[in-house]
Every structure is written in structure tokens, then in C-alpha cells.
């Protein structure tokens, strides 16, 4: 019986009250005293109010309250989750999936065309094979605190990737305290690295962990140098490649990332790895999903009308996942929306160029002209597990464990992972490249 029904039964049968307490009568000692003492005054008011022409009125205004105090009450849930955007459960239950089912994608997930829509070999059963087989490996990390490194999602997607392709050399960019020269060779015990990075990773090791590896040729510190000036053939030469699409090439240097891809393409390396591979709007260097995200592609292109479905979409989500960027962030002079307001940005945002509409258009076909596989690893499992906050499912493909799967989840061992090492996704991207054909 609802709160307001309960008030008006309880109104009425104050009406019928000389009869209703029957079978409080049989209740006895002092608690009948008291009923009765209850029911006489109740009586007493009751009769006034009716002589007087009150009662209608009244009961009219308490059932105005009853319905107020409800609309209240809801209303301050609806408050509190806009007010506290650190409330897991409020947001996902704000989005519509408490646990059940979420909203991936529903603000459009771009990609790259390939030049003949080749895929990725592997499938979703492999990835959660992989995920069974990674999780235990991951808890051996050295690095346990990897905050401005890889987390777990990407940690995974490099490790799987590396041992789906089995390189004969692996090339990192961008190595930090060495967490992800650890996970390259987790996934090829034996097989050689060449690790470009300014700071050797060496260096962390006065402060707390690192891990330096013992196959690795360091091109850190005083011998730092950049991808783009490295002499290929003589490195080639010194690991015995013939093959350069033996060649695995990941890259965590936070560069412009058209820029990387021109350096593979001129050092002939075919498979290569993209550590952030920002959103629209976001990150700190011009990456595939920017330049990819076009009109004519499923998922992409942007509305800067600020009365948009989109936009209010985007001003909504904001709240919610630190990552989400609304229209203010998204567009900037002219409804520029590539890049981050129409900007290229380079070398962690210390390089900040403005590029047309046009630029950012031919970019993108230059980029499919080179393309022979275009795959974004998947988030590994639903925000309703892992409690990750930054990244907005609403603009990313559906995880390999789905919101709900709890029991997977915890299967796979993921239950046992700190929730912070879920926080770090933005679609790490492996890309297969050949020169374009004239
Ligand atoms: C995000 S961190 C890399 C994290 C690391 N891959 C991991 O998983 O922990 C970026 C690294 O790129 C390095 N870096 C900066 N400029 C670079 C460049 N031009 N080439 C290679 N690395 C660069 C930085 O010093 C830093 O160590």
C-alpha cells in the first residue's frame, strides 16, 4: 500500500473509529488504554473538523504533500548522482545498465578503412583466451605503480598482439620506467628489443622499481635517438633482418601519429602499434582515431550545433566519465572538431598546429591509402566491473567481457586487480601498412 493510501485509510477509518478497534480490544493491560486514549482524541478531532466544514480540505492537503515528499525524494537521487561524479553506481545506473547492459558506442565508434577491408586473424574467443592466460603474468609486473604508463587493457592488447604476430624484433618508442618492455617480453622471452627513449629507464631505478632488460639495445639517455633520425639499415644489419615485416614496432612516445606512421612507412616496418590513440577532442597528439573520424565513416564526423542531439549527449556524459569532452572542448573557431579544436597536435602538445578541414580530410586518405588492417583493441571488461571512471563507453566498442559477466569477470582473475589499472584505455590501435599503390 503506497504512503498516500495508507494516510487515506487511515482517515477513513478514524471515520468508522467506533467500531475499528475491535480487535484492539482484545489486546489488553495498558496498551488498550492507550489505543483507546488514541482513538477517543482522534474521535474528538474528527468530529470538530466534520462539524466545521474541515475535513475535506484537509485531507485534500495532506495528499498535496504525500504527493510532494514523494516527488522530492526523487527528485534528490536524480541531484545526487549529477552532484557526485565519483558515484559508480549512480552512473551506471543513470545510463540505463545496472549490470545488465550499457551503452557502448551510442555516440559513434570511428575507424580507419582499409585498402581491401582485410580484419585482424584473431576473434573474440582468442582474446578471451589470451585474458585467461595474461592475467596471471600481469601480476608478476615489477612496475606495480605505473601512473603516465600502460595499464592493464593496453598492457594486455600489446602483449597479445605481440604473440599473436611472433616478430623477430621488437621496436619500442617511448619505454618510461620500462613497464612496456616487460610486457614485450613477456610475450617473446627470447626475441631482441631495441628501446628508444630520452631518459633511460636505468634512471627510475633510484626512486623505486624499473625494469631494464638484458636483450634490449638501449637508444636512451646521452645515446637517445628519435625514431624519425635513426639509421634502420644498420640496426637491421646488427640483428641479422632481412624481412623488415618481421618487425613489430609499438609506439608510446606521445608523438603525432601521422607523423610515426610516415617514418614506418619510409623505414619499410609493416606492423605497428599505437599506444594512445586518442578520441576526437581529446589527448595531447594528432592520432588515427581523429584523423579517421570522418563522415563517411560508420560512427564519425561531428556536429558543433549546440542544440544538437549530440551535443546535449556530449554535455550530459561530461559529468560522468572524466574523458567525455562536450562541445565547448570538441569544437573549436569555424566548428573546427578534428583534432582537438581543429588542432594537430605533436610531442606531447608541446607543438600545437591549426590545419583546415581540408588537411585533416586528406590526412585521412592518405592514412587509408597505406592501410592494410585497422583493429582498436576492445576495453577488456565493462565499467560496471572494472569501476574505471575516465574513459566514455560511449565512444568505444563493446568490451571483451560485457557489463553483467561478473562471473567471467572474476574467472578470468580480473576480480583481483586494483580498480586503477582500469583507468588507462584510449584504444590502443595495431595497424598493418604497405606503401600506397600508384
Ligand atoms: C607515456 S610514457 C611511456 C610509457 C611506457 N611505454 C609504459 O608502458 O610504461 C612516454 C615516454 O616517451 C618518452 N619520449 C618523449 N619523447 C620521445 C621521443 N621523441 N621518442 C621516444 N620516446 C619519447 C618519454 O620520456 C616517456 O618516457
Redesign the pocket.
Known amino acids: 500500500m503506497t504512503t498516500a493510501n495508507k494516510i487515506l485509510e487511515r482517515a477513513f477509518s478514524t471515520r468508522r473509529s467506533p467500531h475499528a478497534s475491535d480487535g484492539a480490544e482484545d489486546d489488553g493491560g495498558d496498551d488498550e488504554s492507550k489505543t483507546r486514549k488514541h482513538i477517543s482524541v482522534a474521535m474528538r478531532v474528527t468530529n470538530y473538523l466534520t462539524r466545521t466544514g474541515y475535513l475535506w480540505p484537509i485531507l485534500l492537503i495532506g495528499l498535496i504533500i504525500v504527493i510532494i515528499t514523494s516527488v522530492t525524494i526523487h527528485s534528490r537521487d536524480l541531484v545526487c548522482i549529477s552532484a557526485s561524479s565519483s558515484d559508480h553506481i549512480s552512473r551506471l545506473r543513470f545510463f540505463g545498465f545496472d549490470g545488465q547492459e550499457s551503452d557502448f558506442g551510442s555516440l559513434g565508434v570511428p575507424w580507419c578503412r582499409s585498402k581491401h577491408g582485410k580484419n585482424v586473424e584473431w576473434t573474440s574467443n582468442d582474446l578471451l583466451k589470451g585474458l585467461e592466460e595474461f592475467v596471471p603474468i600481469y601480476e608478476t609486473r615489477p612496475i606495480k605503480n605505473?601512473v603516465?604508463?600502460?595499464g592493464f587493457d593496453h598492457s594486455f592488447g600489446l602483449w597479445f598482439i605481440t604473440r599473436w604476430l611472433k616478430p623477430d624484433l621488437m621496436i619500442e618508442?617511448?619505454?618510461?620506467?620500462g613497464?612496456?618492455t616487460w610486457v614485450l617480453r613477456q610475450a617473446m622471452p627470447d626475441t631482441p628489443i631495441v628501446s628508444?627513449?630520452?631518459?633511460h629507464p636505468e634512471k627510475y631505478l633510484k626512486k623505486g622499481p624499473a625494469y631494464v632488460d638484458g636483450n634490449c639495445t638501449y637508444f636512451a639517455g646521452k645515446d637517445f635517438v628519435?625514431?624519425g633520425s635513426m639509421d634502420w639499415a644498420r640496426v637491421m644489419r646488427k640483428h641479422g633482418i632481412k624481412d623488415r615485416s618481421r618487425v613489430l614496432v609499438f609506439f608510446?612516445?606521445?608523438?603525432n601519429e601521422l607523423k610515426r606512421l610516415k617514418q614506418a612507412l619510409k623505414a619499410g616496418f609493416k606492423h605497428l602499434v599505437f599506444?594512445d590513440n586518442y578520441d576526437t577532442g581529446t589527448g595531447d597528439h594528432y592520432s588515427f582515431r581523429q584523423i579517421c573520424d570522418q563522415f563517411y565513416i560508420t560512427g564519425g564526423g561531428h556536429s558543433c550545433f549546440k542544440d544538437s542531439d549530440e551535443a546535449r549527449m556530449r554535455f550530459r556524459r561530461k559529468k560522468f566519465w572524466e574523458k567525455a569532452v562536450d562541445i565547448q572542448e570538441l569544437c573549436g573557431p569555424g566548428e573546427a572538431w578534428w583534432g582537438v579544436r581543429g588542432h594537430m597536435r605533436d610531442?606531447?602538445n608541446h607543438s600545437n598546429k591549426a590545419i583546415t578541414y581540408a588537411e585533416h580530410f586528406q590526412n585521412s586518405r592518405f592514412v587509408e591509402s597505406v592501410l592494410d588492417v585497422y583493429w582498436e583493441l576492445p576495453p577488456v571488461a565493462g565499467p560496471s566491473l572494472t569501476h574505471q571512471t575516465r574513459y566514455d563507453p560511449a565512444r568505444a566498442p563493446s568490451p571483451i567481457v560485457e557489463d553483467g559477466k561478473y562471473s567471467l569477470f572474476r574467472r578470468l582473475g580480473l576480480s583481483q586487480l586494483e580498480a586503477s589499472v582500469f583507468n588507462g584505455y584510449t584504444q590502443m590501435v595495431y595497424l598493418q601498412v604497405s606503401e600506397p599503390v600508384t
Open positions: 605505473n603516465y604508463g600502460m618508442s617511448g619505454a618510461f620506467k613497464h612496456s628508444l627513449s630520452p631518459r628519435d625514431f608510446d612516445d606521445h608523438q599506444e610531442d606531447f
